[in-house]
Nanobody, 121 residues
Framework: VQLQASGGGLVQAGGSLRLSCAAS????????MGWFRQAPGKEREFVAR????????DHADSGKGRFTISRDNAKNTMYLQMNSLKPEDTAVYYC???????????????WGQGTQVTVSS
């Protein structure tokens, strides 16, 4: 499975971005998928996760009410809608796929290359 994250960019505080994670090589419809982020000098942290059907989602407290994870299995793609962005959301965002329902990045077998999100104040 190859994952390609895209949609990052530079946005002002309060703005929105929609990240996409396109999978190729095989279908990811049976995988749990997630978004993680890593800011400079900080550890990678969990952002959101979604179950195979898309019917169950979980968001880290930092993004609750502002971020929404979703997926379209027909397109083999996962999304992260980010609204009301804050400067502290600045990070490289990574998508991942795996078999376990987990907020730990170590349990995800497949990773995208990351997309930079920069939020200016």
């Amino acid at each position: 499975v190859q994952l390609q994250a895209s949609g990052g960019g530079l946005v002002q505080a309060g703005g929105s971005l929609r990240l996409s994670c396109a999978a190729s090589g095989r279908t990811v419809s049976s995988y749990r998928m997630g978004w993680f982020r890593q800011a400079p000098g900080k550890e990678r942290e969990f952002v959101a996760r979604i179950n195979p059907s898309g019917g169950v989602t979980d968001h880290a407290d930092s993004g609750k009410g502002r971020f929404t994870i979703s997926r379209d299995n027909a397109k083999n793609t996962m999304y992260l809608q980010m609204n009301s962005l804050k400067p502290e959301d600045t990070a490289v965002y990574y998508c991942a796929a795996g078999a376990a329902w987990s907020i730990s990045g170590t349990t995800y077998a497949y990773w995208g290359q990351g997309t930079q999100v920069t939020v200016s104040s």
